[in-house]
């Protein structure tokens, strides 16, 4: 796990998240909102992954 202040480096993830889930037209407004002092971008690497079929109805 890795975790950083910088805002340079959370630009990109803060635009890649807002144009998943505020739509396209929101991308930039969204990631430069974001990406601030005080905020964290915080990355985890999965070592195991576990999953579940029809869990359900």
Do not use: C, W
Request: hydrophobic share 45%; net charge positive; glycine share 8%.
């Amino acid at each position: 796990m890795t975790i950083s202040t910088d805002v340079k480096e959370m630009l990109p993830f803060a635009t890649r998240i807002g144009a998943r889930y505020m739509g396209k037209h929101l991308t930039e407004q969204f990631g430069r909102r974001n990406a601030v002092d005080g905020e964290l971008l915080v990355r985890v690497r999965a070592e195991q992954v576990f999953a579940m079929r029809d869990v359900a109805d």
